[in-house]
């Protein structure tokens, strides 16, 4: 993967305490969009992606939470089962 692509992220977490809990929502809000309680989507390169995990490192305690980042392939298979709390009128323009 080039460094400089800009791809999807799924970014996913799990953290312990409600104050940091907010504190890597807020973090993540400003870089993507939610897709579901405790995941967001991003589109960042690999490096853009380092910089947002460095944020989010400096927040979570790393002994109780867990944050993880995953990249979306190019033609992803989805399936959805239940309410989807993503707008289906919403949509992810790249730029």
């Given at each position: 993967?080039?460094?400089?692509?800009?791809?999807?992220?799924?970014?996913?977490?799990?953290?312990?305490?409600?104050?940091?809990?907010?504190r890597v929502h807020r973090c993540l809000k400003?870089?993507?969009?939610?897709?579901?309680?405790?995941?967001?989507?991003?589109?960042?390169?690999?490096s853009g992606m380092t910089l947002v995990m460095a944020k989010l490192a400096s927040i979570i305690d790393p002994d109780g939470d867990d944050v993880r980042a995953y990249p979306v392939p190019?033609?992803?298979w989805k399936i959805t089962i239940g309410a989807d709390l993503i707008p289906k009128d919403l949509w992810i323009i790249e730029t």
């Open positions: 993967m080039s460094h400089n692509k800009r791809i999807h992220w799924l970014v996913c977490y799990d953290i312990s305490d409600p104050k940091r809990l907010i400003k870089e993507g969009v939610p897709v579901q309680y405790s995941v967001f989507m991003l589109h960042a390169t690999q190019e033609q992803p």
